[in-house]
């Protein structure tokens, strides 16, 4: 494919694909110039095949999320991603029609609002064996006891993963979607993850297409699209998608939340508020967080944005973490405000490929800040947060904390 020739009209010193910047939390600048100054350009990548148009205005992003016609999935979703040569079984969020609905709709009801109240109790449940044990260390990474265990620890009895095998779903997950030198010594720990990944769950498909229980995995065994059972094949992928986006964001919501609660003294504010403030104030978590910055299109067709074309088959990334802080959606985007409303972020996205999990996701993080108000436990920073390298996942790797109680 040729991309356009279109001059690059990015402002200097930007680059978005400067993992460091997003480490060092220098985003909010870069985006907020990008907004003002370039809502649409052109970044080249290190050869012509990876330039791609970036949009950073909410509405933009918006509109283009909701607007699958003209802007697919199917082509990938990350930036320097391509599909590969033919057709054949990807990722539910690298999916478009007519796979995406049918594939999606398998497991609609399984994180339905009322399927997910359901799950409050293990929840609870875990979230009081975390904190007991954060209370008899004190002083500890925040990360590696809690904010990592908890998502992992509901998940991987929710898709069938025994728990004692649950630190292999968080390794792979390291692994396979970041390139932060801790987790990955490149493509191959990526490649080698998910091969480990296929075969741990082609294993477990065996064992419940033999013998169903109540979990994801027999749920997807057991079901047909447009009249035929999914082969292993398309199964796979479907298992990485969850495995990855059930832990990896919801462990980067709570420690981005703490942290940022901690620096700017709000723990006070969140106590004393009521149950209404803490449901506005995990939005704002969301909002504040992005843990997902952005997410990858491709045009189908020419549309002109901007004045610009940007044509048929060429790539445009969308930066959620950016239209979160959109000063023409947000007043003061920059302060945290656990009772902002109206809060219409799109930190879980916007249109068909809306969060699957975006239910899951509020409830565990409510059910952890319920329990450590109702405890009266405190937390405090001990230390600066080490970030991940990474502009596609906002992440934290460890958070120095102590957790004291009463
Ligand atoms: C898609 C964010 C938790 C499953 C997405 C997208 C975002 C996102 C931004 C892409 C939307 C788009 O491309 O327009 C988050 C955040 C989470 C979270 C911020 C936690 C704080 C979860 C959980 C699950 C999950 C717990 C577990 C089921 C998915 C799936 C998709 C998705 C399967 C692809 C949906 C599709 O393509 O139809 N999420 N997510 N996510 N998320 Fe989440």
Redesign the pocket.
């Known amino acids: 494919m040729v991309t356009s020739a279109c001059p690059a009209s990015r402002p200097n010193g930007v680059d978005l694909l400067d993992v460091e910047v997003f480490a060092e939390s220098r985003d909010g600048d870069m985006f907020r110039r990008l907004r003002d100054e370039a809502p649409l350009f052109w970044n080249p990548g290190p050869g012509d095949e990876n330039g791609f148009w970036s949009l950073t205005r909410y509405a933009d992003i918006e509109a283009v999320?909701k607007d699958p016609d003209s802007f697919c999935?199917g082509e990938g979703?990350q930036i320097a991603s391509r599909r590969a040569e033919g057709s054949g079984p990807r990722q539910?969020?690298n999916m478009d029609e007519p796979d995406?609905g049918p594939m999606?709709r398998l497991l609609t009801s399984t994180?339905s609002p009322r399927a997910v109240e359901r799950l409050t109790e293990r929840v609870e449940q875990v979230t009081t064996k975390l904190l007991d044990e954060a209370l008899e260390l004190g002083e500890f990474d925040f990360v590696k006891v809690v904010s990592s265990r908890l998502?992992l620890l509901v998940?991987a009895p929710l898709l069938g993963v025994p728990t004692e095998d649950a630190d292999l779903l968080l390794r792979w997950t390291n692994e396979s979607s970041s390139e932060d030198p801790e987790y990955s010594a490149g493509p191959e720990t990526a490649a080698k993850a998910r091969e480990e990944l296929f075969a741990y769950y082609t294993d477990l498909t065996a064992q419940r297409r033999a013998c169903p229980r109540d979990d994801v995995v027999s749920t997807l065994v057991q079901a047909e699209v447009n009249g035929a059972p999914l082969t292993q094949e398309w199964l796979n992928p479907y298992y990485m998608?969850?495995t990855v986006?059930?832990n990896e964001?919801?462990r980067n919501?709570l420690s981005g939340s703490v942290n940022i609660l901690s620096q700017r003294d709000l723990w006070p504010a969140l106590r004393s508020g009521d149950h209404a403030l803490l449901r506005s104030g995990i939005e704002e978590m969301?909002r504040w967080v992005s843990?997902?910055v952005h997410?990858r299109r491709t045009a189908t067709t020419d549309v002109e944005l901007h004045g610009q074309t940007v044509k048929a088959g060429e790539k445009v990334v969308l930066w959620?973490a950016s239209a979160n802080r959109d000063e023409r959606v947000f007043a003061e985007p920059e302060e945290f405000r656990l009772d902002r409303k109206p809060n219409r972020h799109l930190?879980?996205?916007?249109?068909?490929?809306?969060?699957?999990?975006?239910h899951?996701?509020r409830m565990e993080t409510r059910v952890f800040y319920e329990q450590v108000l109702a405890r009266d436990i405190h937390i405090e920073l001990l230390g600066e947060p080490d970030r991940l390298q990474s502009n596609w996942f906002r992440g934290i790797k460890h958070l120095p904390v102590r957790v004291t109680q009463g």
């Not at 930190?347 to 975006?358: K, N, S």
């Open positions: 999320a999935n979703t539910i969020h995406h999606r994180f998502p998940f998608v969850l986006a059930g964001t919801t919501l969301v843990p997902v997410m959620f930190g879980f996205g916007a249109g068909p490929h809306f969060c699957l999990g975006a899951l996701a």
